[in-house]
């Protein structure tokens, strides 16, 4: 079956990111001139994905008001003869149907998806966490649904990250399928780094289907007082087959503040328009240090 729905669960605190985060979504965090959150869904419209549902919270008002007409600016636009502007600003609201739904309380990722149920159905479907920004030729979720393909089963979007940061991430142990393909076998949220399973995290990219609910439905709370994805994806793989994908791109992880500014100079380098004058300044500045 093929996966046209993605859920956008945006409702966490960002508190990594305090104080921008306090009234700001930080998925609206601009990198450049683009929100976070633009950029994934772009990636997901780019993997074929037709429906959106953003799993929203309070002070998230903005995210919808992007995706939105802007009646306002669209007259100004139009107005000054701005069109290629204009049509810049009308390609966002157009991009794809989008819904929203709010999860009262930040109770954690996985009760974030759970309040997907409805909008999911009985079909297979795509989560992609915003904070992930993944520049790849072949977009992540790509990669992802063509492993789903092939195996059918709920596919983790994995990446090698140096141990001292392990504790960070959702952990996988593993049994290789392909050189990029893997059988998952255990995992681990946030495992200490001497207790992490391997060096392979989960990144912000997942292909699951329907099973999953029953499972978060009855999920506790784990690691952080949350009901994390991790544990209901841990019950699910003893019933049946969950793949990892070593996904190839360079992922950006934007909801901390350094990864942020990595992202922001990678991502401006690439552009013609800085790579001159910025890359200079960066020289310079690196030169005075
Ligand atoms: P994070 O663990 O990154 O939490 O959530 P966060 O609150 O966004 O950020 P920090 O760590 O406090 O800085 C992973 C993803 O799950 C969503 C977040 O919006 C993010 O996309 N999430 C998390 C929810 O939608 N609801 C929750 O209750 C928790």
């Known amino acids: 079956m093929q996966v ?21 979504p930080k ?8 929100p976070l959150v633009q950029y994934v869904v772009e990636e997901a419209v780019a993997a074929g994905i037709e429906q ?16 939105d007409i802007s009646f306002e600016l669209e007259a100004m636009l139009q107005e000054k003869g701005k069109g290629e502007m204009l049509q810049e600003v009308r390609d966002i609201a157009e ?32 989560v992609l966490l915003g904070d992930d920004i993944i520049d790849s030729d072949v977009p992540c979720l790509g990669q992802l649904l063509e492993v789903h393909r092939k195996y059918r089963g709920p ?5 090698k990250v140096p141990m001292e940061t392990i504790s960070s991430y959702g952990c996988v142990r593993t049994n290789p399928i392909s050189e990029r393909v ?3 076998t255990d995992l681990v949220e946030k495992p200490k780094r001497e207790e992490a399973p391997s060096d392979m995290a989960i990144i912000g990219r997942y292909v699951l289907t329907p099973d999953i609910f029953p ?4 999920q506790q709370p784990g690691k952080g007082g949350e009901i994390q994805l991790t544990d209901a994806l841990l019950k699910l793989s003893k019933d049946e087959a969950i793949y990892g994908c070593l996904f190839e791109g360079t992922r950006h992880d934007c909801g901390d503040k350094l990864g942020f500014l990595k992202a922001t100079v990678d991502m401006a380098l690439k552009r013609e328009e800085f790579n001159g004058e910025f890359a200079e300044f ?3 500045r690196l030169c005075d240090r």
């Open 4 to 24: 046209k729905k993605a859920v956008f669960p945006v409702a966490g605190l960002g508190t990594r990111f305090l104080p921008a985060t306090k009234s700001s």
């Open 27 to 34: 998925e609206m965090l601009p990198l450049i001139d683009k």
């Open 52 to 67: 959106i549902l953003f799993v929203t919270g309070r002070g998230k008002r903005a995210i919808e008001d992007h995706f």
């Open 95 to 126: 991009m794809v149907k989008i819904f929203y739904v709010r999860q009262k309380q930040a109770l954690g990722l996985g009760h974030a998806i759970l309040c997907s149920r409805e909008f999911v159905g009985e079909e297979p479907f795509a």
């Open 155 to 159: 596919v983790l979007a994995l990446e």
């Open 182 to 184: 893997f059988e998952v």
């Open 215 to 218: 499972i978060l439905e009855r």
């Open 282 to 284: 960066l020289k310079e």
